[in-house]
């Protein structure tokens, strides 16, 4: 029974590592280059634990190559695209790139029509799981030469890049990619010792190490993008950093966000943002019909200025409104700046 388990963390690994790719790609489209790598691990991830938890299910032998096949496919496409994006991280010429890429993208080709053959393997039924020992000679040697001689670049590549980086956060996030990796060399201990768990489950460790170099690596790169300078990092110290008030609220009128200079002069209590929700009403010296006015022209998507007075200090000011849609183009949210009347008079 133990291998049905086994095989049910296989996939459900496969499954949330595709889903952490594609959801890390479409979430963060200011990561550049990154958030392709992002969905490429991922989907490698997804092919190595997808191919081997359906092999350790397959009962009949004669087809568990076929799955085999998809994990070890992974696997070795999961080196590559790590060697790729650490060439890519040290800016190497586009033709040293390809050639080294291209080397190995063939070494992988011959290693899927050599080491993925039927007959490289002695596939094993147990109660509930097939497993699988090597046979030795020629195959195995020439899959594990792939591995050896791409680690060997992964880790010189590795140095280079810590190296390359003068920035305390930046080698940081080298190193814990970095180290990361050796959890690699850490799931071959068991295979090496031949030890009773490495025969019946020989791909499990495997699979579960490469999972956790993933998880490592989107972990990291998430930590890292915060420092990035993109439009979704600068734009909170934007927003706060306005010496003019500006307020989000909601189609009833509620606040959700306000900046630090809208909380200094409207006199708001709270945090600067998602606060417990004070309704423009309270803010701004508007009758009940002004308020159902405002509301009912914003629920239609029309924006506008009007003069009104601030409540908590009697200052005369111009709301200057506009309407934010969705997708749907549905009214969502009211962007309020507050302007003095003297500002808008000069103009």
Known sequence: MLGIYLNVILSSLAVLALAVGISFYFAERDAGYIRGYTFLFGLAVFLTCGGYSVMGFMPDLKYAFIPRLFGLYGIDVFLLIELSFLTKELKRRQGLRAVIIGFFGLYILLDLLI??????????????????????????????????????????????WFKSKKVKRDKQFVLEIIVANFVLLVAAIPDMFRANFAVKYPTFSYCVAVSIVFFSYYFAVKQHILFMPTVKNVSREIFHSVDVPVLIFDMEGNTTLFNSCAKAKLQIEGEGEKENSKNIRALFSLTDVETLRLLAKVKNGIGGQFETKIKSTGDKCTLSISVQQDNACEPFCIICTVLPVCMEAAK
């Open 115 to 160: 080491f993925g053959k039927p007959n490289t393997l002695n596939y094993i039924r147990y109660d509930f799981h097939t497993a699988y020992e090597n046979v030795g000679g020629g195959p195995f040697l020439f899959h594990y030469a792939y591995m050896m001689i791409i680690c060997i670049f992964l880790f010189v590549h590795g140095i280079q």
